[in-house]
């Protein structure tokens, strides 16, 4: 089956710093991926639909310029926490689809936990 | 729209079964049900698409209703290694997936 990884498994920054995942799709190629946030104890909120050569689209209520993403190339995207703070803490996961029998699966990465001091 | 999961949490002694339901105020394109491990990434279980569509794999099966409106994930006999939290996905021609809120699941010796 397909296989997405991201790097790194987990990170702790501090407060107003910035931190970069990145997320692959190691043996095929995604022109569209999704990055989730997941809170302790709560469902897997999707945060935006990054889109190779063109501009990620973000759901409603997630700062765009706070989480900068880019779809640099067919196998990768990346996520850009901007100026961290404690409550950007939470368990990112990135995932990429695949057509198949007429319905999209989902692939996703191991997921990054981050935390923010 | 989230779709709405019942019940929210299920405790089962091994060997029983258990059922969990999605539903959507509107017609769903497809229902993916995932499993995830504390701290772990979701596993995919399964994809129904079609209205009537039941599918399943050894001990744990799904059915989507004939409205496309509802989705029960059957898990039949359980055994320790079912325990996780139960993620229903509502799915889209576009490859985007909304999680409902999750059913948490714990299966005791």
């Known amino acids: 089956g397909a296989v997405v990884s991201q790097h790194p498994s987990w990170v702790i920054c501090k407060s107003g710093t910035s931190v970069k995942i990145e997320c692959r799709s190691l043996?095929?190629?995604?022109?569209?991926m999704f990055w989730y946030r997941q809170f302790p104890k709560q469902s897997l909120m999707l945060m935006a639909t990054?889109?190779?050569?063109?501009?990620?689209?973000?759901e409603q209520g997630v700062e765009k310029d706070k989480f900068l993403i880019n779809h640099a190339s067919l196998t990768l995207s990346t996520l850009t926490v901007t100026s961290a703070h404690p409550e950007d803490s939470s368990f990112y996961i990135c995932?990429?689809?695949?057509?198949?029998?007429?319905?999209?699966?989902?692939?996703f990465g191991p997921g990054t936990r981050l935390t923010v001091t | 729209q989230q779709p709405v999961q019942s019940p929210q949490a299920v405790i089962l002694r091994e060997g029983e079964d258990a059922v969990i339901n999605c539903s959507s105020s509107?017609?769903?394109?497809?229902v993916h049900w995932y499993r995830q491990k504390h701290g772990e990434a979701p596993v995919f279980l399964m994809i129904?698409?079609?209205?009537?569509e039941q599918k399943g794999h050894e001990k744990i099966s799904a059915s989507f209703n004939e409205k496309k409106q509802q989705s029960s994930l059957y898990l039949t006999a359980s055994q320790l290694s079912y325990s996780g939290t139960y993620f229903c996905?509502?799915?889209?021609?576009?490859?985007?997936?909304?999680f409902g809120q999750g059913t948490t699941l714990q299966v005791k010796p």
């Open positions: 996905g509502k799915g889209s021609n576009t490859g985007k997936l909304i």
């Open positions: 509107k017609a769903l394109y497809s």
């Open positions: 995932s990429a689809p695949t057509l198949a029998g007429g319905s999209y699966e989902q692939y």
């Open positions: 990054s889109n190779e050569g063109s501009k990620a689209t973000y």
């Open positions: 129904l698409l079609k209205g009537g």
């Open positions: 043996d095929f190629q995604a022109t569209t």
